[in-house]
């Protein structure tokens, strides 16, 4: 599994940079999401077809010069025990 941490949900929906959607694809690894205390795993199997749309254009990275599309998924944290991220 690759695992993603993510600041901001959008209507609903985060936004993962293509290059993770992409190695996870390759690989047949499923992603697991975090935001702060939440968690959202999407198995494998299941990856293309939670697809909900990806950006119309791509995006700048902070830290290089690279540019990256998101691939859009709707939130759907599982319910977790707090005590596992403290």
Request: zero cysteines; hydrophobic letters at 35%.
């Given at each position: 599994?690759?695992?993603?941490?993510?600041?901001?949900?959008?209507?609903?929906?985060v936004?993962?940079?293509?290059?993770?959607?992409?190695?996870?694809l390759?690989?047949?690894?499923g992603?697991?999401?975090?935001?702060?205390?939440?968690i959202?795993i999407?198995?494998?199997?299941?990856?293309?077809?939670?697809?909900?749309?990806?950006?119309e254009?791509?995006?700048?990275?902070?830290f290089?010069?690279?540019?990256?599309?998101?691939?859009?998924?709707?939130?759907?944290?599982?319910?977790?025990?707090?005590?596992l991220?403290?």
């Open positions: 599994m690759i695992e993603i941490k993510v600041k901001t949900i959008w209507q609903g929906q936004g993962i940079r293509d290059k993770y959607v992409q190695e996870a390759k690989q047949k690894n992603l697991i999401i975090r935001k702060e205390n939440e959202m999407i198995p494998a199997e299941e990856l293309e077809a939670k697809i909900k749309g990806v950006s254009k791509p995006f700048k990275d902070r290089s010069e690279k540019q990256h599309f998101l691939f859009y998924f709707d939130w759907k944290p599982m319910q977790v025990n707090k005590t991220f403290e």
